[in-house]
């Protein structure tokens, strides 16, 4: 399976700031989305991350609020805009291999103070 | 779209007992099954899937979950727990259609704590 690797594991930031990570597969996948667990909860789709186009939102979430870069099949950026203490949460990175397998990246821990 | 239910959001059990995690779906179109397992302050790691074929799919730390269209489960279980499963179980959906986009569906979540 894929190896993902997350930057940064963790960051504790000001509210009003924005965020960037990074996600950087180590082979060429198709399909690469972003997730977001907040504290005792399940994962939610933020969005999917299409090479050379826009992401694809899923409802309750917008561009202007988590911009996300797809520039080749290997590399992705989520940022987290204009942050406020609702925005803490663990943010993760996942690609779909060839055999329907779904690898995580270790997931960026980000509290907002 | 699909959605994941997952009736226990905790569960206690003895070690060496056997546990079941319960894990239901619904969906409109045909599935992808998958458990991931998440240890403390760690990521995501994939436990088991059922893509196709036998409904009864094992992990190779002695999990096991078998797929049953007919209640729409896909249940965890293994015979005899260790501590070290004591972690928080993610039961997770992929509808399978033409130009699907192939996103996880997940669960809430179960925390199975394994007692001395």
């Known amino acids: 399976s894929a190896v993902i690797s997350q930057k940064p594991s963790r960051d504790i930031c000001q509210r009003g700031t924005s965020l960037t990570i990074q996600c950087q597969v180590d082979?060429?996948?198709?399909?690469m989305f972003w997730y977001r667990q907040q504290p005792g909860q399940s994962l939610t789709l933020i969005a999917t991350?299409?090479?050379?186009?826009?992401?694809?939102?899923e409802s309750g979430f917008v561009i202007d609020k988590f911009p996300i870069s797809r520039p080749n099949l290997t590399f992705s950026t989520l940022t987290v805009s204009n942050m406020s203490p609702e925005d803490s949460s663990i943010y993760l990175c996942?690609?779909?291999?060839?055999?329907?397998?779904?690898?995580f990246g270790s997931g960026t821990r980000l509290t907002v103070v | 779209a699909q959605s994941v239910t997952q009736l226990d959001s905790q569960v206690p059990v003895f070690e060496e007992a056997p546990v079941e995690l319960r894990c239901n779906y619904s969906?409109?179109?045909?599935?992808?099954l998958f458990w991931y397992v998440q240890y403390p302050n760690q990521g995501l790691q994939l436990l088991l899937k059922?893509?196709?074929?036998?409904?009864l799919v094992e992990s190779i730390n002695g999990f096991e979950a078998e797929f049953n269209k007919s209640q729409t489960s896909f249940h965890l279980r293994k015979p005899s727990v260790h501590i070290s499963d004591t972690a928080e179980y993610f039961c997770?959906?992929?509808?399978?259609?033409?130009?699907?986009?192939?996103?996880?569906?997940f669960g809430s979540g179960t925390q199975l704590t394994v007692l001395p």
């Open positions: 082979s060429q996948v198709t399909m």
């Open positions: 996942s690609v779909v291999g060839p055999l329907i397998g779904y690898t």
């Open positions: 997770a959906v992929m509808g399978i259609s033409s130009g699907s986009a192939r996103q996880l569906t």
């Open positions: 059922y893509l196709s074929g036998s409904t």
């Open positions: 991350a299409n090479q050379g186009s826009e992401a694809t939102y």
């Open positions: 969906s409109s179109v045909s599935v992808y």
